[in-house]
């Protein structure tokens, strides 16, 4: 733009010189001082002449002001390429703070939901459409501008006389006049295309944002759906009954919990399927212990023994054989009146007994522990006593069944769940690798044999 001005003022100048020669008259060029306009209005001591022409004073102003306002529309493109940097600076940081907000937080969706017009980062500037429209105020304003110079330099006025004795008006060189053209529309040229790069930033800006918004959405509805398929994957069994525990090794961290525990009683009957083909021994099924007691009841079958009952610490030895790979039904019935005790296979009952714990009631308060023996309540486990198989349906009563109940249960004619502690998945734990899965035990069996 300074040569712009320079050449302006030397094709002024150039006119001026040819006017006076035509005359005779001579110019003396002088030194510019540091700082001073281009031209002729100097002395030879430095000091600003006054023009003798008000329109060239007025053509230098609006030269020196066209200036200025290129210089300011400069800045301000300049300082709009700061801010498209700041806006993708910040967008930036907003997908990564939102990236690690979705794995901890609760998944709700409407909550995120911004319009494409809202600021949602805060502190953002101003939108980019405002900054445009301004640009574009800004060059109408110019192109007014210069186009109101171009007509007042039509009015120039030249040096040499008409025979009248009034001043020649002659138009502005057609050089000058292309060369203020070539610059406006250089000038326009360059406004239209950084707009033209703003409103395509601002649409990058949109589409990112939106894109954004939907990867957002698409990962929280991806972990909604998996939360879901794990809740009803965690009922999947046809019915609550319906499953069985494994405990597939020997050690002491395998077991299940049973989380319900025993009020105080004075009979029992405890059933259960077994499936298991351990050796040497099954192990313990279960046992229930309390504090001072850990040996309240417990079914073993520990080393070349065969299966114990041992109540309070007190043992019988049952009749019992089923460590053949196979399902089996076993029921235990006890009553603390002469300690009585009953020992059912698949709804056969193969022995009796008495003076087991006579007269002792069950203290409550325990905790029931399958496929452990407890060497403290809920715990000490020995790997070497542990249950190795499968096992289902492990109900316990406060009474004792009777033998047509124990028959329906074995050959699946019956469902009675007990009524101090009932088989279903909500009221069993599995801990160490031990699991859970479903099992319709009845037709199991019936495949089984």
């Not at 002024?12 to 540091?34: E, L």
């Amino acid at each position: 733009m300074l040569a712009l001005v320079v050449g302006l003022l030397y094709l002024v100048a150039g006119r001026a010189v040819r006017s006076q020669d035509a005359t005779g008259s001579r110019f003396v060029c002088n030194a510019i001082p540091p700082g001073a306009e281009p031209g002729c209005g100097y002395g030879p001591t430095g000091n600003r002449v006054q023009s003798s022409s008000p329109v060239e004073d007025e053509l230098r102003n609006t030269i020196i002001q066209l200036r200025e306002t290129i210089l300011q529309q400069k800045e301000t493109i300049v300082s709009q390429q700061g801010t498209i940097k700041e806006l993708n600076s910040k967008l930036a940081r907003c997908e990564a703070a939102a990236d690690e907000s979705s794995q901890g937080k609760s998944r709700g969706q409407g909550s995120r939901r911004k319009e494409y017009g809202k600021n949602t980062m805060g502190d953002l500037p101003r939108d980019p459409s405002e900054t445009i429209d301004q640009l574009g105020k800004t060059m109408q304003s110019l192109k007014g501008r210069l186009e109101n110079l171009e007509q007042q330099s039509l009015r120039l006025p030249i040096t040499n006389v008409s025979t009248a004795g009034v001043s020649a008006l002659t138009p502005l060189p057609p050089e000058l006049r292309e060369l203020l053209r070539q610059r406006l529309g250089a000038l326009e040229t360059q406004l239209l295309r950084k707009v033209a790069e703003l409103e395509e930033e601002k649409s990058q800006l949109y589409n990112e944002t939106a894109a954004h918004r939907q990867r957002t959405e698409s990962a929280l509805n991806s972990l909604l759906e998996r939360i879901t398929e794990l809740e009803k994957n965690n009922n999947a069994f046809k019915s609550p009954e319906d499953f069985k525990v494994s405990l597939p090794l020997r050690t002491n961290y395998l077991y299940g919990r049973i989380k319900k525990s025993l009020p105080e009683m004075y009979a029992f009957t405890v059933c259960m399927w077994l499936k298991s083909s351990a050796s040497p021994g099954i192990g313990t099924p279960f046992s229930y212990g309390v504090p001072g007691q850990a040996n309240e009841i417990v079914l073993i079958e520990w080393g070349n023994n065969p299966i114990e009952l041992l109540v309070n610490d007190k043992v019988a030895q049952l009749p019992l054989s089923v460590s053949d790979g196979h399902w089996h039904h076993i029921c235990i019935t006890w009553t603390t009146r002469d300690g009585f005790w009953e020992a059912y296979q698949d709804g056969e009952r193969l022995g009796t007994g008495d003076n087991l714990a006579p007269w002792h009631p069950i203290k409550p308060g325990g905790v029931i522990i399958l496929g452990q023996e407890q060497d403290i309540v809920g715990g000490r486990f020995d790997a070497t006593q542990a249950f190795v198989g499968e096992l289902s349906q492990f109900n316990m009563w406060d009474r004792v069944l009777r033998p047509v109940d124990i028959m329906g249960l074995a050959n699946c004619s019956a469902y009675m769940p007990g009524n101090v502690v009932p088989w279903i998945d909500a009221n069993v734990e599995v801990f160490g690798g031990a699991t859970k899965a479903a099992l319709e035990i009845c037709e199991d069996r019936a495949f089984d044999s």
